[in-house]
């Protein structure tokens, strides 16, 4: 059984589009993130959801919206893609708020912006 | 100084050599500390957290000196599977609070 789970794992699309990203964990956890991976390969935190609540919510455009109907879900739709939205989204998720715990990804979600 | 800094290699070695990563750290107040591994276009995975005393799983050894604000990992024989991308990982809030942040990573390659 995976334990986090994304989908699509390949997503390519043309600028300007909206597209969504669904992300599901069976773990348990009360905390759920997405994490965005550039081509630099520099793993950058956008969001955090503690039992359904966000907690964080880094510098990332409005266009990037999550969404968590249920502590075992947290989507991520955007708006208007642009050429920099090319990365590889990762999910993960641990069993409760804060740096003390680790996570778990799930295996990403590659986005790439004609 | 960076937030969580790394060389980022890559580091080229033979099969059972050792080797050893060097991580740098910015917030003194920071308690929680990891190194995961990433392997080419997958998800990182824990490798293990370190602890304040220092622990070993097997073949890796962590390191973590407060003074310095570094970490360490050890990996003594080393094999072909451990080809991957080494990421230090510290939280950046006091105690266990904040986010968690990720080094670019340091890559490894073992060649036979």
């Known amino acids: 059984d995976t334990a986090v789970s994304q989908t699509p794992k390949y997503l390519v699309t043309q600028m300007g589009n909206d597209k969504s990203i669904k992300c599901e964990q069976n773990l348990g956890h009360d905390t759920m993130y997405w994490y965005k991976q550039d081509s630099k390969k520099f793993l950058k935190i956008m969001f955090s959801?503690?039992?359904?609540?966000?907690?964080i919510n880094e510098t990332v455009p409005n266009r990037f919206s999550p969404k968590s109907p249920d502590k075992a879900h947290l989507n991520l739709h955007i708006n208007s893609l642009e050429l920099g939205d090319s990365a590889v989204y990762f999910c993960a998720s641990s069993q409760v708020a804060g740096g003390g715990q680790p996570q778990h990804f799930g295996d990403g979600t590659r986005l790439s912006i004609l | 100084r960076k937030e969580v800094e790394q060389d980022p290699g890559p580091f080229n070695v033979p099969e059972g050599a050792t080797v050893a990563f060097n991580c740098t750290y910015s917030n003194s107040a920071s308690q929680s500390f990891f190194w995961y591994r990433q392997d080419c276009r997958k998800e990182p995975k824990l490798l293990m957290s370190?602890?304040?005393s220092g622990n070993e799983d097997g073949r890796f050894t962590a390191q973590l000196n407060r003074a310095s604000q570094y970490i360490s990992l050890l990996i003594r024989d080393s094999k072909l599977s451990d080809s991957a991308t080494y990421l230090c990982v510290v939280n950046m809030g006091g105690g266990s609070q904040g986010n968690l942040i990720f080094g670019k990573g340091t890559k490894l390659s073992v060649k036979p």
């Open positions: 370190v602890y304040s």
């Open positions: 959801y503690n039992n359904k609540e966000l907690i």
